[in-house]
């Protein structure tokens, strides 16, 4: 492929448009006025979506020199502009008066946090942009701490929130749960009658675990009395690491007939699903996470059954399950609108609680019937577990869903005893190689092609595989990795313009030095890393070869056709 315009320099572009011109001089005008419309059809569409950055709103005492700098930055944002992000500190006198004049503005999303909501840009929003919604994200209220400076910061933050009907959704994560600020917070969401979005999540570390050292500490009820309720609420997202019902947020406080996202993460809240079963609701989403403790284990997930029973027409599925598997006829209820099914079990890496049972995955006998009865499917998660070979016949049932266009694979290996696999001996088993990222990649390339080339309908876009079942930071487990165990890295497998298989992962230049044996490339010099199948390179090998003499092949009758012509 050669190289484009925009990589070309000034003077070849130069030359090139002079013999453009001296061929055809109407051409070359044609080729202007065709530029200006793309160049403004291109602005309108860069300009829709807009990060405010603080170079551009800034205070300055040269007004002339401003506006000569900022002239058409601000004129395409006030043109085409339909949603904005604010991400730092601006000028909000200058901030304000742009958003007044603004043309297509629909939503301004505030990720600021530094100091309260200005209060300017909170007329401007109530009196000239009643329609514009304002989605609040990134709020995390601060750490438990006996600072009042710091509290008192964070009272007047929630303050400055209190009667901006423009909120449309509120994601907050809840550092510590300070009974005054607790209250602030209720009351801005009350105040907020437009409100159709909450998320109320826990603080996390970077491997996505919750901070355990304020377990059951504060007011996680929100401090919500007898008749308040948010009457407009279409998605919650709700997480409580709180040890006892009645420190939850009272169920009355949402107006369920309305709700139709619903995610709901800790074990606690077992007792809203309880709740939901005697209710009319219309759920289209629904995640469930971990919602069942230890006492649980006896009775499984029955009460999850019921509950899936006593719903209809869900689109799309999300269970995080450490009990027993949903049987495939609870999930046929939803067969003829389901698009989306993710179907797992707790894994230690990923999820904050810590009730491990070893289940084993689905087979291909329950595959098969969940293909049968949800045939819409576009998007579906399971794990799959993994002993002496790959489950090719797993992989098999996989490819016949007509409409799957993504998978996830959450993998399970006997080897480090989260798959109990028939007739699996550690001592005899054959694959012994240790995992090392470089192999796994090839592992999931390898199922890749194996898919798509057995893909049924719909072609296979992208296929993501997580392998590993241990921590990515050891710090937190205070024990090192056995040689069979992986870091809960998540690869992401897909073919490009070009027709070749990318995988891409989600490793970074700081990853734990506990994993250094997963991570060095020099050990593959001494010690081959471990694949599925075990032949796995020489199978790819053997495959590109293959593909090498098809293609001489093909080049060989193009040259035959152009020595004889067409016939």
Not at 117 to 138: A, D, G, H, T
Not at 372 to 389: E, N, Q, R, V
Not at 455 to 472: I, T
């Amino acid at each position: 492929m050669g190289p484009h315009l925009g990589s070309l320099s000034d003077e070849l572009l130069l030359m090139v448009l002079e013999e453009v011109r001296r061929a055809s001089p109407w051409s070359l005008l044609s080729m202007c006025l065709t530029a200006h419309r793309f160049c403004r059809l291109a602005t309108s569409l860069i300009y829709q979506q807009v990060s405010i950055p603080s170079r551009q709103l800034q205070d300055n005492d040269d007004k002339t020199l401003l506006e000569e700098r900022f002239y058409n930055f601000e004129a395409n944002v006030v043109a085409y502009a339909r949603h904005i992000t604010v991400c730092c500190l601006l000028n909000w006198f200058l901030f304000s008066n742009l958003l007044s004049r603004m043309q297509h503005l629909e939503t301004v999303t505030w990720h600021f946090w530094d100091s309260p909501f200005p209060s300017i840009v909170k007329k401007v929003l109530r009196k000239q942009c009643p329609n514009v919604k304002l989605y609040i994200e990134n709020l995390s209220i601060g750490y438990r701490t006996d600072d009042e400076d710091v509290q008192t910061a964070d009272l007047n933050l929630l303050k400055s929130l209190v009667g901006i009907q423009n909120i449309h959704a509120v994601k907050v994560v809840i550092n510590y749960e300070h009974p005054v600020s607790m209250r602030w917070l209720k009351d801005a969401l009350i105040s907020s009658k437009n409100l159709e979005v909450l998320h109320l999540s826990p603080p996390r570390n970077h491997d996505g675990r919750i901070e355990w050292r304020n377990d059951d500490l504060g007011q996680y009820d929100l401090c919500v009395e007898e008749g308040e309720r948010l009457e407009s609420l279409t998605e919650l997202v709700y997480e409580s690491r709180s040890f006892y019902a009645t420190k939850l947020i009272p169920v009355s406080f949402f107006n369920w007939s309305k709700i139709r996202h619903l995610e709901l993460r800790g074990h606690i809240l077992r007792h809203y699903v309880h709740f939901l079963q005697t209710q009319e609701v219309y759920f289209h989403t629904l995640v469930l996470e971990s919602i069942a403790s230890s006492a649980y284990l006896q009775a499984g997930n029955k009460f999850l059954d019921e509950f899936l029973n006593h719903l209809h027409g869900l689109k799309r599925l999300a269970l995080v399950t450490p009990l027993d598997q949903i049987p495939i006829d609870t999930i046929a209820l939803h067969g003829d609108t389901l698009r989306s099914l993710s179907i797992r079990f707790i894994r230690r890496s990923v999820d904050p609680y810590s009730i491990l049972v070893n289940i084993p995955p689905y087979e291909v006998q329950q595959i098969d019937s969940l293909n049968t009865s949800c045939p819409h499917i576009s998007s579906l998660a399971l794990d799959i577990g993994i002993a002496d070979f790959m489950p090719y016949d797993i992989l098999t049932a996989i490819s016949r869903f007509p409409h799957l266009t993504t998978i996830r694979l959450y993998f399970r290996f006997a080897a480090t005893g989260t798959y109990f696999g028939h007739n699996y001996c550690p001592t005899t088993a054959g694959n012994k190689n240790i995992p090392h990222v470089y192999t796994d990649r090839l592992t999931v390339r390898h199922i890749f092609s194996y898919i798509s080339t057995h893909k049924v309908g719909c072609r296979l876009e992208q296929l993501e595989v997580m392998m590993g079942d241990f921590p990515r930071s050891l710090a937190r487990v205070g024990m090192g990795p056995r040689d069979p165990e992986r870091p809960n890295i998540l690869f992401i497998c897909h073919e490009d313009s070009n027709g070749s298989i990318v995988v891409r992962d989600d490793v970074t230049d700081h990853e734990d030095v506990g994993w250094n044996r997963y991570f060095d490339m020099q050990r593959l010099a001494t010690q081959p890393g471990q694949t599925w199948p075990e032949n796995l390179e020489e199978i790819m090998a053997a495959e590109e070869e293959a593909d090498r003499i098809m293609k001489g092949i093909d080049m060989l009758d193009d040259d035959t056709e152009s020595l004889f012509g067409e016939p």
